[in-house]
């Protein structure tokens, strides 16, 4: 009922009259202002007078399905968006829809995560209403050796829908880790349920920080994370960014199934700022210094150590030791 309540309010753009509602939702007065009510509790700026009824004033930049799903142009990702003021984990959420077998494209997003994760089991700080903390349940039809090139789909639909959107230049360090100025701004987090020959179903979380200022982030973390508030200047909008990026992650997602992988790993290469780069590397095994050469067709790092060897990374840890 709150649904058509604010689709009606934001269709008329002027005075929607009380009888109107009540008439064409088939409710009592009284229903109408208890709804009315619970989207002003969500931050709906409704103005309510005598003898004109109700206008729709300002939306909340608060990652609701309605908000997000309006002008949503998609193929797959966003068929489905479910919202939650907080969770401990997107990923964890969207792996327990996924094994329930909704559909594929369905996002999960929160306004804030207090068990949130991050690459190599550490956590992401996802503070309230200063990020977008999301997951998209992918069923891609490939053979599971192929779902590693998931990660760098992600990483460079979230760059380019950074760059187009906001104009900052985000880079992607190996394999996906957005940065700015060679601080990050953006981790990435892809897990999969797989059999042996078949994808049953993958979760691409995403951790951006948009609004988040220096003093906010953990001490820990200060020196090495940023945000679009510190990148800009400026408050961003966190629901078109958000649409921005899925627009993104659809069409990189469409292409890698449609066309394969190279045409994802020529943007990727594009946008990369490990390549050419001195790096220390650290594996489950040992760690050592070398020197990013490229990446090859399935998207693994090829490094130059001192000695002259020639290693190909599949996971691990980068560090850039010189950054652009």
Same mark, same amino acid.
């Given at each position: ?10 269709? *008329? *753009? ?19 202002? =208890? ?25 909340? $930049? ?10 949503? $142009? ?33 996002? +999960? ?7 949130? =994760? ?11 209403? =200063? ?5 998209? +349940? ?34 992607? =360090? ?5 940065? +700015? ?54 408050? +961003? ?28 790993? $020529? ?26 050469? $490229? ?13 002259? *060897? ?15």
């Amino acid at each position: 009922m709150k649904r058509k309540i604010l689709d009606m309010l934001k269709q *008329q *753009q002027t005075w929607v009259s009380g009888e109107q509602l009540c008439r064409e939702l088939g409710v009592s007065r009284t229903a109408v202002w =208890k709804h009315i009510g619970s989207l002003r509790e969500d931050g709906y700026d409704i103005e309510a007078r005598a003898n004109l009824g109700y206008r729709l004033r300002r939306v909340p $930049d608060t990652p609701f399905p309605a908000e997000v799903i309006a002008g949503l $142009d998609t193929a797959v990702v966003g068929r489905r968006v479910e919202y939650y003021p907080e969770v401990a984990s997107t990923n964890e959420e969207a792996r327990q829809l996924a094994q329930a077998g909704c559909a594929e494209g369905t996002v +999960v997003v929160a306004d804030a995560q207090n068990g949130g =994760k991050g690459r190599m089991g550490r956590g992401w700080f996802s503070p309230r209403a =200063k990020g977008l903390w999301f997951s998209v +349940v992918l069923r891609p039809p490939v053979n599971p050796m192929e779902t590693p090139q998931v990660t760098m789909v992600a990483a460079v639909a979230v760059a380019a829908a950074l760059r187009e959107h906001t104009g900052v230049r985000a880079g992607i =360090k190996w394999p996906n880790d957005i940065l +700015v100025k060679g601080r990050k701004i953006c981790g990435i987090l892809v897990e999969l349920n797989a059999e042996a020959d078949r994808v049953n179903f993958m979760v691409a979380g995403v951790g951006l920080n948009v609004n988040v200022a220096r003093d906010e982030f953990p001490p820990e973390v200060r020196d090495t994370a940023t945000s679009l508030l510190q990148e800009t200047g400026r408050h +961003v909008p966190r629901v078109p960014l958000f649409r921005a990026v899925l627009a993104q992650l659809d069409r990189w997602y469409g292409r890698w199934l449609e066309e394969g992988f190279a045409s994802v790993l $020529d943007a990727w290469r594009r946008l990369c700022v490990t390549l050419d780069c001195p790096v220390t590397v650290h594996t489950m095994r040992d760690s050592f210094h070398g020197h990013a050469l $490229d990446v090859d067709e399935t998207g693994a790092l090829l490094v130059r150590t001192p000695e002259g *060897q020639i290693k190909r990374l599949l996971a691990g840890e980068v560090t850039l030791r010189r950054l652009y």
